[in-house]
C-alpha cells in the first residue's frame, strides 16, 4: 500500500473543546512547547518572531529555564561590547571590572551606566598628535603646549612645574640645565650654597659673598648701603666702590686707601708708582695740561729744563749743567731750606773777597776760610775749629759759646752767662766740675740777699780726694758775710758749696779752670 503524510484538511485540534493546533494552512499553535529531547530545527533567525522586548534587548534566562527579554550581563571575563548609539529606550551597563573600548562618539539617548571603566582608543577628538592627554574634568583632552615627543623622549611643558621634592638626574655630571642657545632668564635659590665642580659660592652670616675656587682661593664680596658699597675682598686686601661719586679703592695687606681711581680716571696712591714701563697716549702735567713731548728739547744745548708757564718745557742760558764737570749754574739767586754736599766746594760769588766753603771728604775738618758776608752761622752737631794754628780768631761782637779752646784769647770784656743760684739752705752746691778734667779754679762771686751785696774772689785746688778753698778778697755792702763757702769731693766731681745767712740769698758766679 502506498504511504502517504497524514492530512487534514480543516487542520488538527486536541481536547474535549476543541483547540487547534495546527491551522488548516500548517501554522502550529501550542498553549506550551516541549521539547525534550533533540534539536528542533527552527530555520533561519528571521523564521523565528517572539513578541515583546525592546530594540537591541536580547533573550535571557533566569537560570531555570525561564527566559525574557532584557539587558545582557557579562559574564567574567568576557568581552563587552561597545555601542555606538544606545536609543532612548534602552539601558546599557557597562559592568564592574569590564572596560569598555570605543573609537568614534557614543550618541546617547537612553542611559550609559559604566561601572567599569571607559576608554577611548584611536584618534581623539580632544588632542592632537605628541600631545599629552590629561584629564579635564572627566575628559581625555590635549594641550598645543603639552606634547611628547616618543623619538626624542622630549616632554614640552608650557608654564610653570611644581616640583614638591627634589630633582635628580639619572646620571652624574651628565646633563645640562639649559643650553647655550636656550638659557634659564633667573635663578632663584633660598640655600646659601652653589656647587660648581670643587669651587663654592656662599653667602655669609652677614651677607657677604664668599667664592671659594677648587684650590681653597677665596674672594670675599661685600659691602653696605655706606660708600663702602660693593668690596672685593681677599684676606687683608680688599676692593671698593664709592657709593656716593663711584671711585675705586684698594687697600692692600691691611693698610686702607693705597690708591683711588677716580670717575675721571684720576689714580691717586699713597706711595710710588714702580712701572716697568709707562705707555701712554697722553702725558700731563698736574694742573691738566698736556706735556708735548718733541724731538728738540727746550733752549739751547747745556740748558736745564724746566716748567715753562705750566703748559711746556723751557730753558735758559741763565740755568745751564757743565755734564763733564757736573756744574750746576745758576746767574740768579739760589733758595733752599738746606744745601747739602758730600764733595767739592761751595762758592758765593767769583770776584775779589769771594766766599768759600770747602768741604775735604777725606778728613772731619771744616771750615770757612774767608767771606765778604756780615754774617755766618756754623750749626754742627760736633766740635767747631775756628782758625788754623797759629792763626788769630777776632771776634768783632760777643761770643757765646758752652766752652772755647783756643791757643790764645783776646777779648775786651769777659761776661758771665750763668743763672742766678738760689741758696736757701746750707750747703747748697754752687758749681760742678769734673776732678779729671781740673786741678784748679778760680772763682769771682757775687751774692745778693734783702739786706745787701758782697763780691768774693776764691781760690781752689783738688787732689782727687781732698778739696781745699781760700778767699782771699771779700767786700760787703752791710759790712758782714752774706754766704760762707765750703768744698768736698763727692765721687768724680768737685763741689763748690754755699751757705746763706738769710733764705733769700742769690749766687752768681765767673769760674776759671785750670788742668794739669
Given amino acids: 500500500m502506498a504511504i502517504r503524510s497524514f492530512n487534514s484538511v480543516g487542520g488538527f485540534s486536541v481536547a474535549e473543546t476543541p483547540v487547534e493546533i495546527v491551522s488548516n494552512v500548517g501554522n502550529v499553535t501550542p498553549t506550551n512547547l516541549d521539547v525534550s529531547a533533540g534539536l528542533s530545527d ?4 528571521g523564521n523565528v518572531t517572539i513578541t515583546g522586548g525592546s530594540s537591541g534587548q536580547g533573550i535571557i534566562t533566569d537560570g531555570s529555564g525561564g527566559l525574557s527579554f532584557g539587558s545582557t550581563g557579562q559574564a567574567a571575563n568576557s568581552v563587552t561590547n561597545m555601542p555606538y548609539f544606545i536609543a532612548s529606550s534602552d539601558d546599557f551597563v557597562l559592568e564592574d571590572n569590564f572596560q569598555g573600548l570605543y573609537s568614534e562618539a557614543i550618541e546617547i539617548e537612553g542611559s550609559l551606566t559604566v561601572d567599569g571603566i571607559l576608554i577611548e582608543v584611536g584618534t581623539s577628538q580632544n588632542a592632537e598628535s605628541s600631545q599629552v592627554y590629561f584629564d579635564s574634568n572627566g575628559t581625555l583632552t590635549g594641550n598645543t603646549g ?3 615627543t616618543p623619538a626624542t623622549g622630549e ?12 630633582t635628580v638626574p639619572t646620571g652624574n655630571i651628565t646633563y645640562d ?3 647655550s642657545v636656550n638659557r634659564w632668564k633667573d635663578l632663584y635659590l633660598g640655600g646659601q650654597t652653589i656647587y660648581l665642580g670643587d669651587a663654592l659660592i656662599q653667602e655669609e652670616s652677614n651677607g657677604a659673598l664668599t667664592f671659594t675656587n677648587g684650590d681653597g682661593g677665596q674672594f670675599i664680596f661685600d659691602g653696605s648701603t655706606d660708600w663702602n658699597q660693593y668690596a672685593i675682598q681677599n684676606g687683608t686686601s680688599n ?3 664709592d657709593s656716593a661719586d663711584a671711585s675705586v679703592t684698594m687697600g692692600v695687606g691691611g693698610n686702607a686707601d693705597v690708591f683711588t681711581m677716580s670717575t675721571a680716571g684720576v689714580l691717586t696712591t699713597t706711595g ?3 712701572p716697568l714701563g709707562i705707555k701712554t697716549d697722553n702725558y700731563y702735567y698736574a694742573n691738566g695740561a698736556a706735556v708735548t713731548f718733541g724731538s728738540n728739547a727746550a733752549g739751547s744745548d747745556t740748558q736745564i729744563q724746566f716748567n715753562d708757564g705750566g703748559t711746556a718745557f723751557g730753558g735758559s742760558a741763565s740755568f745751564t749743567l757743565n755734564k763733564t764737570s757736573g756744574l750746576v749754574t745758576a746767574t740768579g739767586n739760589v733758595s733752599g731750606n738746606n744745601y747739602i754736599s758730600t764733595s767739592g766746594d761751595v762758592r758765593f760769588g767769583t770776584g775779589v773777597g769771594a766766599g768759600l766753603i770747602s768741604v775735604d771728604t777725606g778728613t772731619t775738618t771744616a771750615g770757612v776760610f774767608t767771606t765778604t758776608m756780615t754774617d755766618v752761622n756754623i750749626g754742627l752737631n760736633a766740635n767747631v775749629t775756628l782758625c788754623g794754628t797759629g792763626k788769630t780768631l777776632t771776634a768783632r761782637g760777643n761770643v757765646s759759646a758752652d766752652n772755647i779752646t783756643s791757643t ?4 775786651e770784656d769777659f761776661y758771665s752767662s750763668r743763672t742766678a743760684v738760689s741758696v736757701g739752705s746750707a750747703n747748697t752746691t754752687i758749681d760742678t766740675f769734673a776732678a779729671s778734667t781740673y786741678r784748679s779754679a778760680k772763682y ?3 751774692v745778693s740777699d734783702n739786706t745787701g751785696y758782697q763780691a768774693l774772689e776764691v781760690l781752689l785746688v783738688h787732689d782727687g780726694t781732698t778739696s781745699l778753698i781760700t778767699v782771699y778778697g771779700s767786700l760787703s755792702t752791710t759790712g758782714a758775710d752774706l754766704i760762707t763757702l765750703t768744698t768736698v769731693v763727692s765721687g768724680s766731681n768737685i763741689l763748690l758749696r754755699a751757705t746763706p745767712t738769710n733764705s733769700s740769698t742769690s749766687v752768681n758766679l765767673l769760674g776759671t779752670y785750670v788742668p794739669d
Fill in 408 to 411: 790764645t784769647l783776646s777779648v
Fill in 146 to 148: 603639552f606634547t611628547f
Fill in 42 to 45: 527552527l530555520g533561519a533567525i
Fill in 177 to 179: 640645565l639649559g643650553t
Fill in 272 to 274: 710710588n708708582v714702580v
Fill in 155 to 166: 616632554l614640552l611643558v608650557p608654564g610653570n612645574v611644581t616640583i614638591s621634592g627634589n
Fill in 239 to 241: 676692593v671698593s666702590i
Fill in 444 to 446: 769771682t762771686i757775687k
